[in-house]
């Protein structure tokens, strides 16, 4: 099939289920294809593993290559393999993932309690983990399969993309024939769990922060079918950039870079509204635009004067494809065995937007915090603003208000001690505050078109998360429906 045919297909399927079924539509494919990607990863590593000889050999390959190596201490943020760039950069964008991003709140929110969402992250995070640890294990066992004989420099793949597609074809077609097409399903899987997620998600904020403002005079059960609209209209503009992603040459780091380049600064936002008392809209609209600003100019500044390869990857050889009847129609050479082991990355300082792709995410989220600090402190905090203490950490900006002029500070009486389990928002507890909301999405979905008694409904239930909102205004109707 061509790429062409699979954006086509894999973005028409995800269009349609996501806007027929919302929310709880995507939740349930979502927990199928992940089935389907464990599947077929633990079918690759056990395969890859057996085929090489075990998995004792295959570390040694990958050592006896110079591919396994923990403790790269250098502070190089050219370099991709750093233990300090991998750790900020990823910290950085899994502590965007889990907080701030939509596709993740839209699901706590749908959960029954604080405590159930809790829960659900809790049970994640060793899926993630899994994941993670298995991807990494099928890159070693490609390096195992190839070490002496790489794909790419004898021209059998055209780019590192085509890698993996290559390798389960290798150790699968001949014995087990159908295990290819279930890694196929894998990779589909894999992008219609994370394409439905993200459009339903795009939907649900473009209806309630701008569309409902036009669209007003709206009843809340049209509003479902506003969003419903706006999940196709989403779906085709995602096919529509997927014909443009296809053209990017190592589409891994394009990746990172543009998610990066938005979660960085989302997460500095965040955390200024949350951790720094003196942070104000002026310096949290300062801080996500110049971060923003920052990263997408350095990723766009990647895209169009490319970094040369030769100063990224590792030693390659061919050395041993003459005694696999291998043809090497370049006549590349490559390394020696020798060599590869101690070969390292040369240093390179050449161009800003040279940067490693990983460290993308955590320049957006430093120049968020300082950019947002700065503008902040300029235009005199919130002196003469009261705080909402429900929105912030009352600790950490109980502390750091004791390094603002007396004048500016607010919660000089609200040292930070133990407190109790039934603390209640306007009155209500917060031990379950989003029982109320399944239950006005049971009573929308049962209104049979009674517009009068829903709208009263809907004014009598408030929603224990927000202070002033009540809950019809403050959950799109994409999540509330289809819980």
Known sequence: ???????????????VYTSLGGLKGVIWTDFFQFSVMMFGLMAVVIRGANISGGMANVFERAHAGGRIEFWNMDFDIYSTNSFWIIILGWTVIYAGTFSTNQMQIQRIICMPS??????????ATPGYVLVIILCLTTGVMMFARYYDCCPLLTGRVKRPDQLLPYFVLDIFEDDYPG?????VGLVFGSSLSTLSSGINAMASIVWDDYARKLFHFLPDRYSIYATKLLAILIGVLSISMAFVAKESKNIVEAAVML???????????FSLGLFIPWANAIGGAAALILG???????????VADKRDPATMGLALTTVGCEALNISNPYNIPGAPLAFMQTYKIPRYHPKVHHISPFFVPFIGFFVALIVGNIVSLATKGNKGRRLDKNLINITACYYLEKLLPESWRQLQNDKPGRQSRDDTINGQ???KPMVAMREMGRRLDGADGDEDIAHEDDQSMANPLRNDNFY?????PMARTHV
């Open 179 to 183: 295990i290819p097409g279930a890694f």
């Open 472 to 476: 019809p205004r403050s959950v799109s």
């Open 114 to 123: 604080l405590g159930a969402a809790k829960k659900a992250l809790y049970f």
């Open 1 to 15: 099939m061509s790429i062409t045919s699979s954006i086509l297909i894999i973005g028409s399927v995800v269009t």
């Open 292 to 302: 923003q600003v920052v990263c997408f100019w350095i990723t766009i500044g990647s």
């Open 429 to 431: 507890s917060v031990g």
């Open 259 to 269: 998610y990066g380049g938005s979660a960085g600064p989302l997460l500095g936002l």
